[in-house]
């Protein structure tokens, strides 16, 4: 069992003009494993900011408060250090890594986290039955990273690197923009394969959508506005702010 633990989190960004913008404005959240937080909120309210605060993105300064990983200080550590003690961030837009393929990324990835290259055989056969789940052509692992893929096959390559890396906690951005209805069913599958496999992982799931919610059922949800969780509920809070939108956060905030 492990824990997340965001305290009163403050965080800035460096303006073009040389200013800086206070973005987070006191963030509480605590996930423990197995469970799924689901963040929603109006558009620029900072929820991929706290997406990139925790992977540690160097555009965002944290000012104030804490991330800790089981207790320790995940803001000390170095990006990969993030990944190494069990973090995973599935960005809002991801970088084309032009000449590294998606087989090679794979296993230098698990081979960097887990500190030992994974065994041959099991590897080929794990990599193999993830991308079958996820629906994707054999030949998409020759493919450079993110070079030329579509929006879901970003969405799906994200999930597939969840699968296999097995992390104790994923921050997952938009992982349903731009999917199609059959594809955010296959990649919300994967997601649920990967909460119901050994690891037992909690996820933050970043969306603007109760759609992906049907398939990804929260444990909780967090109403986000104006950097900070303004309200949090069970999956019926999604539900009512479908129907009454953001306007009654906003009039508060
Ligand atoms: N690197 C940056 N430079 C300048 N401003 C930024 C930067 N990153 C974020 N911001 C600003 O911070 C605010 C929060 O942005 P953020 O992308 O975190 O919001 P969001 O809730 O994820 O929005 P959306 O729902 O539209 O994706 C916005 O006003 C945005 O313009």
Redesign the pocket.
């Known amino acids: 069992m492990s824990t997340l633990e965001i305290r009163d989190l403050h965080v800035t ?4 003009d040389g200013g800086t ?1 206070e ?1 987070l404005r006191g963030v509480d959240l605590t996930i423990a494993s197995g469970e799924v937080h689901a963040i929603m ?12 605060s925790i992977a540690g993105h160097p ?2 300064t944290v000012t104030g408060g804490s991330v800790t990983l089981d207790g320790a200080d995940v803001l000390e550590m170095s990006v990969d250090e993030r990944a190494r003690a069990g973090l995973f961030l599935a960005m ?1 837009y991801p970088v084309e890594v032009p000449g590294v393929t998606v087989s090679n990324f794979l296993r230098t990835a698990k081979t960097a986290i887990d500190g030992e290259a994974p065994k041959l055989r099991t590897w080929v056969k794990d990599v193999k039955q993830a991308m079958d789940g996820l629906r994707m052509d054999p030949s998409f692992a020759e493919r450079n990273v993110n070079e030329h893929f579509s929006g879901g096959e970003k969405k799906r390559h994200e999930i597939l690197q969840m699968e296999l890396l097995k992390p104790k906690f994923a921050v997952l ?2 992982t349903d923009s731009g999917l199609d209805v059959d594809a955010l069913k296959i990649v919300s599958e994967g997601v649920n394969r990967a909460l119901a496999g050994g690891q037992n992982p909690g996820v933050l799931l ?1 969306t ?1 959508y109760t759609r992906i919610l049907r398939y990804i059922k929260p444990d909780f949800v967090h109403v ?1 506005v104006d ?1 900070r969780v303004a309200e949090q509920g069970g999956p019926e809070l999604a539900d009512s702010l479908e129907e009454t939108g953001y306007d009654r956060f906003l009039a508060k905030a």
Do not use: C, M, R
């Open positions: 960004v460096d303006e073009a913008k973005i909120g109006p558009n620029g309210s900072g929820k991929s900011t706290l997406a990139y555009k965002y809002q951005d938009e970043i603007h986000f950097g």
